[in-house]
Every structure is written in C-alpha cells, then in structure tokens.
C-alpha cells in the first residue's frame, strides 16, 4: 500500500531551494518496485519545479511538495526508468490528496518537460 511515513522536515536554504533535515520515506505501489523509496536527509530539492509564471495556479510548495520532495529525489539519482519516477510521482499526488486534474496536469508536465538526470530522447 502506497503511503507517507514519514514528515518531510525541512530548512530553506534560499527562496527556492529546501534541505531535507531528516530521512524521509515514501513506499510506492508502482509496478515493478513495489518499495520503500528512502530520501536520505541533505537532498536539496526546489518542491515543485514549476515554471515561476504559474505560480498562481501551482506554487512549488502546494499539497504535492512531499511528491515532489520524492520526485525530486528520484530524477537527481536516476533511479529507476523516467517513466516509472514519473508514475511514482503522479501516485504519490493521489496519497496527499491532490485533485485528479491537478495531478494529471503535473503528470504531464514532468512526462514531456522533465529531464533531471536523465538523458533527452
């Protein structure tokens, strides 16, 4: 069963960037993993990466910053494929509560736009 468990503690480093002060956890559902994705305290993240004119619609720290938070974590590391950190993403927004539209939106917006570490193409 997907789920939080625990806080995401963090501190401001500067306007747009947070440091992870203690591990936090997320364990997903999403096919083949099925496990604990452990965030390691020190990860540096801007929550949501979205783009500063839409801000008003989707501000970086909004009820999907601890989806982020992993999000985040997962493209810094390439860990896993793009698809599946994307889908980790977009069921996590679903466990905070985010409206299926919101989610989508974001879903697609990481799927097209998203590059972190890995390779375009």
């Known amino acids: 069963m997907s789920a939080f ?3 995401a503690i963090l501190e401001m480093l500067d306007r ?6 203690e591990p936090f956890i997320y364990y997903t559902d999403v096919p083949p ?3 604990a994705i452990a965030v390691p305290a020190g990860t540096i993240t801007d929550l ?14 909004g009820r999907y910053a601890k989806a982020a938070i992993v999000h985040d974590y997962l493209y810094a590391q390439a860990l896993y494929s793009k698809p599946v950190a994307d889908a980790v993403f977009y069921e996590a927004m679903g466990i905070l509560g ?3 539209w919101r989610r ?6 990481v799927k097209w736009f998203g590059r ?6």
């Open 98 to 100: 985010v409206p299926q």
């Open 116 to 121: 972190g570490q890995y390779k375009k193409g």
């Open 48 to 61: 949501a990466s979205v783009p500063r004119i839409l801000w008003v619609i989707f501000p970086p720290n």
């Open 5 to 7: 468990t625990t806080p």
């Open 104 to 109: 989508w939106l974001m879903y697609q917006a």
């Open 16 to 21: 747009y960037r947070w440091r992870l002060v």
């Open 33 to 35: 993993y099925r496990t």
